[in-house]
């Protein structure tokens, strides 16, 4: 019951990251793909209405967002290690980063640069997703080369970090910043026409570039949602109770909190009681009529916890 089960669809960005950082593991683990677009019943009976791809699940503990996923990975399997050369905590903060601004910026590039090619119906979820109620397609295509030259600037942030015989970010072996980078060069290369030539302009990045995408995704295999589902009915929740004497917001478990993103993106807010709360994690545990007792676990940074 403790298999790496990755609900997540192929097109899907922030599941490359994870699918690499899978790689740099070297980890096994299960593949469950999901609809692009809601609705997502089967994922939404594991979380509680997150819908965002990708989501983990081990047993009855179900990771909501890449942070929580990737620093369960990390606590799971310690080696090869996210952190090499002594990084420890700077490729957290670089990827709040490169899942902000940097993809953002990837988005609006993505969506702005050819608008009429959009299926309509995809367009209006992922611009109301990354870019909250006001947003507007033709705003984006009109604001398309400033985005470009922001996003020109990073990528020499980049290339000028891989020169000079870096193998990857941190030095000889790949870590999570090489995730946290690569999935945006990903997404740009793949799902913008003008990707391939922009990021020529980039040799160091995209010598790097090959060599991450040769580390691969690891050793999955393919699982249907029902499978996954059953599972989590059949398995109990691994995490303890746990509080934090520390918490600003005085979060502690037994209490019913809502979670949800700090975007208004129109994300659905989960509802559950308090299993567990630190500085980085906090986890819910959920009653679903299809899978039972789950713990549903978000990180801090980057959502709102409310007393619900």
Same mark, same amino acid.
């Given at each position: 019951?403790?298999?790496? &089960? +990755?609900?997540?669809?192929? !097109?899907?960005? %922030?599941?490359?990251?994870?699918?690499?950082g899978l790689g740099i593991k070297h980890l096994a683990?299960?593949?469950?793909?999901?609809?692009?677009?809601?609705? =997502?019943?089967?994922?939404?009976a594991l979380t509680g209405g997150y819908r965002r791809?990708?989501?983990? !699940?081990?047993?009855?503990?179900?990771?909501?967002?890449?942070?929580? &996923?990737?620093?369960?990975? @990390?606590?799971?399997?310690?080696?090869?290690?996210?952190?090499?050369? #002594?990084?420890?905590?700077?490729?957290?903060?670089?990827?709040?980063?490169?899942?902000?601004?940097?993809?953002?910026?990837?988005?609006?590039?993505?969506?702005?640069?050819?608008?009429?090619?959009?299926?309509?119906?995809?367009?209006?979820?992922?611009?109301?997703?990354?870019?909250?109620?006001?947003?507007?397609?033709?705003?984006?295509?009109?604001?398309?080369?400033?985005?470009?030259?922001?996003?020109?600037?990073?990528? #020499?942030?980049?290339? !000028?970090?891989?020169? #000079?015989?870096r193998a990857f970010v941190l030095g000889s072996e790949?870590?999570?910043?090489?995730?946290?980078?690569?999935?945006? &060069?990903?997404?740009?290369?793949?799902?913008?026409?003008?990707?391939?030539?922009?990021?020529?302009?980039?040799?160091?990045?995209?010598?790097?570039?090959?060599?991450?995408?040769?580390?691969?995704?690891?050793?999955?295999?393919?699982?249907?949602?029902?499978?996954?589902?059953?599972?989590?009915?059949?398995?109990?929740?691994?995490?303890?109770?746990?509080?934090?004497?520390?918490?600003? !917001?005085?979060?502690?478990?037994? @209490?019913?909190?809502?979670?949800?993103?700090?975007?208004?993106?129109?994300?659905?807010? %989960?509802?559950?009681?308090?299993?567990?709360?630190?500085?980085?994690?906090?986890?819910?545990?959920?009653?679903?009529?299809?899978?039972? =007792?789950?713990?549903?676990?978000?990180?801090?940074?980057?959502?709102?916890?409310? +007393?619900?």
């Amino acid at each position: 019951m403790s298999e790496i &089960i +990755l609900h997540h669809y192929p !097109q899907s960005p %922030v599941s490359e990251k994870v699918r690499v950082g899978l790689g740099i593991k070297h980890l096994a683990w299960a593949s469950v793909e999901m609809p692009r677009l809601p609705p =997502k019943p089967d994922l939404v009976a594991l979380t509680g209405g997150y819908r965002r791809a990708p989501v983990m !699940q081990i047993g009855a503990d179900i990771y909501c967002d890449s942070q929580c &996923i990737l620093r369960e990975l @990390q606590r799971r399997d310690p080696q090869p290690t996210f952190y090499p050369g #002594g990084g420890d905590g700077l490729p957290w903060a670089l990827s709040r980063w490169t899942d902000g601004e940097l993809f953002t910026h990837a988005v609006a590039i993505v969506l702005g640069h050819a608008p009429a090619k959009l299926p309509p119906e995809f367009a209006a979820d992922r611009g109301r997703l990354y870019f909250g109620p006001d947003w507007n397609l033709e705003r984006l295509h009109d604001d398309l080369p400033h985005v470009v030259a922001q996003m020109r600037g990073a990528l #020499g942030w980049l290339d !000028q970090r891989l020169s #000079g015989g870096r193998a990857f970010v941190l030095g000889s072996e790949p870590g999570l910043p090489d995730a946290a980078c690569y999935y945006i &060069i990903w997404f740009l290369r793949g799902r913008w026409d003008s990707g391939t030539k922009f990021l020529a302009e980039f040799p160091a990045l995209c010598a790097w570039e090959e060599r991450v995408r040769a580390i691969g995704h690891g050793t999955p295999r393919e699982m249907k949602a029902s499978e996954a589902l059953e599972i989590a009915r059949a398995s109990e929740p691994a995490t303890p109770e746990s509080g934090d004497s520390n918490d600003p !917001q005085k979060i502690a478990p037994g @209490q019913r909190v809502g979670v949800v993103p700090m975007t208004d993106s129109g994300d659905a807010e %989960v509802v559950g009681i308090v299993r567990a709360v630190d500085r980085e994690t906090i986890v819910l545990m959920r009653d679903d009529p299809r899978v039972g =007792k789950v713990c549903v676990h978000f990180p801090r940074v980057g959502y709102r916890v409310r +007393l619900n």
